[in-house]
């Protein structure tokens, strides 16, 4: 009798031990597919930050040459800014990343040293931004006139000294007056700027959103509070 008693036990036993087994194999099983989930996603959200920082995409290389030429004139706090504008002229791309030739009364592209490009590119927008200064506009139309010449400045002097995209419009139009067949959007009626299309009325606001996403992917000691300030 004892015998017998006995083997009912062992087998429980047996089967305890075997589900403890399955227990901890599947919980060996979940912590490594938890420990490769966590690995996954840490890598999804490195590519992540990676393309973040990556966004000015060839802009980033050339503010250290932006931030010298603006040290010409004291204003090494816009390098941001300026930098803002390269990325909208250009996304850092070109022989002319500022879009410059055209403020030295040169056909588009005509400068192809990047260097040429960025000193001439400062010193205009040095340019503006004292005439700003004088006529007391405020700065997104400092910005602004980067895309539609010093005229633009006056032009808002007279109405109200804030820039606005309808008072760009209105600019834009009494330049397309002027000259009808020269700015005309290429033909193309369906150019979201059509039919202003001396410039880009929307220049301003593209160039601040820049400068959101350049102050994020920047080093710090590229940051300036002034410059996101005069927005």
């Known amino acids: 009798m004892k015998y017998t008693n006995k083997k009912p036990k062992k087998k429980k036993q047996v089967q305890r031990n075997f589900n403890l087994a399955i227990l901890l194999f599947m919980s060996f099983i979940g912590f490594l597919l938890l420990d490769r989930f966590l690995e996954l996603y840490n890598e999804s959200f490195k590519k992540m930050n ?10 980033a290389k050339y503010t250290p040459m932006i931030e010298d030429e603006l040290k010409k ?27 410059a030739s055209e403020s030295l009364g040169l056909a588009p592209n005509s400068i192809q040293d990047p260097q040429q490009s ?26 602004q006139s980067y895309n539609m010449g010093i005229g633009y400045i006056d032009f808002v002097a007279k109405n109200g000294g804030k820039h606005s995209e309808e008072l760009a419009k209105k600019f834009s139009m009494i ?35 820049h ?21």
């Open 50 to 59: 990676v393309s973040v920082n990556s966004s000015i995409g060839e802009v």
């Open 73 to 99: 004139f004291g204003m090494e706090d816009h390098t941001v800014t300026v930098a803002a504008l390269m990325m909208q002229e250009s996304r850092g791309k070109g022989g002319d990343p500022m879009q």
């Open 118 to 143: 960025i000193q001439q590119g400062v010193k205009y927008y040095q340019r503006v931004v004292d005439h700003g200064k004088k006529m007391q506009v405020d700065f997104p139309t400092v910005i």
């Open 175 to 209: 330049q397309v007056e002027k000259s009808p067949q020269t700015y005309d959007c290429g033909g193309d009626k369906n150019n979201f700027r059509y039919p202003y299309c001396y410039g880009d009325f929307t220049y301003s606001t593209k160039v601040a959103k």
């Open 211 to 231: 400068m959101e996403s350049i102050t994020v992917s920047i080093p710090e000691d590229l940051k300036e509070g002034s410059t996101k300030r005069s927005f």
